[in-house]
């Protein structure tokens, strides 16, 4: 069962590590999003990506590692910008040990179905970062807004 609290601006969910909540996260981040003003359709669907990528990974870490314990979303509004922290407890990972996908005109980049989550973080999110160690991930999207 997920859990959502709202303190103001910011606004948390919490989800079982399953892949059938992803595209409640995704629902969750609209509704969050659409309540501030100036983020354009094309940069929420963007944050949406980014942040499914992030659940995913964060859903896999968790089964690896047989973690029942939740997935921690939380959505942080501010002047000029949205900011969505995923968080696990799957043991962590080293992010400069994964390799950039194949280039989009490699022909080698159609054999290419995983591998592609953080790439897709980082090119669909105005800023991010991956904290990692053993007690898990926290990743951090940013879209930058017109309002502010």
């Known amino acids: 069962m997920a859990a959502a609290h709202d303190r103001g601006d910011a606004v948390e969910i919490k989800i079982p590590p399953r892949t059938e909540y992803v595209a409640m996260v995704r629902r969750f981040v609209t509704e969050v999003v659409a309540r501030q003003a ?21 859903v896999a870490a968790h089964a690896a590692r047989r973690i029942s314990a939740p997935i921690r979303i939380c959505c942080v509004r501010g002047p000029g910008r949205v900011e969505i922290g995923v968080y696990d ?24 179905e995983k591998g592609m989550g953080l790439w897709l973080m980082r090119v669909m999110s105005d ?4 904290a990692t160690s053993r007690r898990g991930t926290e990743v951090r999207l940013v879209v930058h807004t017109s309002a502010g």
């Open 38 to 58: 100036g983020v354009d359709v094309q940069r929420l669907e963007d944050l949406r990506v980014a942040v499914s990528e992030a659940v995913t990974n964060a």
């Open 89 to 112: 407890r799957g043991g962590g990972f080293d992010p400069a040990t994964v390799p950039d996908p194949p280039d989009p005109t490699d022909p080698h980049r159609l054999d290419t």
């Open 127 to 130: 800023d991010h970062s991956i």
